[in-house]
């Protein structure tokens, strides 16, 4: 069954340093999200990515944030300069066709800022 | 008032019981309705989606009641395996891609 990967699984950085977190969609779907949950926390909705472009954003999306789909697979979030506050799970999503198909989540990239 | 509101548990039962989980959402303009399921340190998986006419996969039930807002999990014959946190989530209806709305979810525990 195709599904979403994510990769580092941890990742361990300075505060003040930038990351980049990578996600596989599969490989027929349009529409790519990202999420962050920190811990004990609900999931938040960051980023929604359609067309080669952001579709719509989140208050926590700032300008710390940016996203990117680099090549046919890949779809990339970076931090440009991480905060303490953003140590989270980040999780990538992806969906068919149309904005009411089903989410289907990654693994999760696990950052903490140190 | 948090847009998705969930009882956070834990709910702790035995095998073989019957539990309930009750959610309700603030935004009228909310579209669609899931129930995703959340295991420790893990993705969000889809366990269903719900409908307003209420909806049924093995021992789970969901149900929509828009004029309340409110939307409901029931599980029949809990097994240990069901013990996870379970996320009421909405998506809003608009222009946008549709971004999902989760709850903070209500943590199951099945005792043996």
């Known amino acids: 069954e195709p599904e979403v990967t994510q990769t580092p699984s941890h990742q361990v950085t300075q505060m003040g340093q930038e990351v980049i977190l990578r996600c596989v969609p599969i490989s027929n779907h349009l529409y790519f999200y990202w999420y962050r949950q920190i811990l004990g926390q609900k999931v938040e909705f960051l980023v929604s990515f359609y067309n080669n472009e952001i579709s719509e954003k989140s208050e926590i999306f700032d300008d710390q944030f940016s996203v990117e789909r680099p090549d046919g697979s890949n779809f990339t979030l970076k931090i440009r300069s991480t905060k303490l506050e953003d140590s989270a799970m980040y999780f990538c999503?992806?969906?068919?066709?149309?904005?009411?198909?089903?989410?289907?989540f990654g693994p999760g990239t696990r950052l903490t800022v140190l | 008032r948090k847009e998705v509101e969930q009882d956070p548990g834990p709910f702790n039962v035995p095998e073989g019981a019957t539990v309930a989980f009750n959610c309700t959402y603030s935004?009228?303009?909310?579209?669609?309705f899931f129930w995703y399921r959340q295991d420790c340190r893990k993705e969000p998986k889809l366990l269903m989606s719900v409908y307003s006419s209420g909806n049924e996969d093995g021992r789970f039930t969901a149900q929509l009641n828009r004029a309340s807002q409110y939307i409901s999990l029931l599980i029949r014959d809990s097994k240990l395996s069901d013990s996870a946190t379970y996320l009421c989530?909405?998506?809003?209806?608009?222009?946008?891609?549709?971004?999902?709305?989760f709850g903070k979810g209500t943590k199951l525990s099945v005792k043996p």
């Open positions: 935004n009228s303009a909310s579209q669609s």
């Open positions: 999503a992806s969906s068919a066709r149309t904005d009411t198909d089903t989410q289907y």
């Open positions: 989530v909405v998506k809003r209806r608009g222009g946008s891609q549709g971004n999902l709305i």
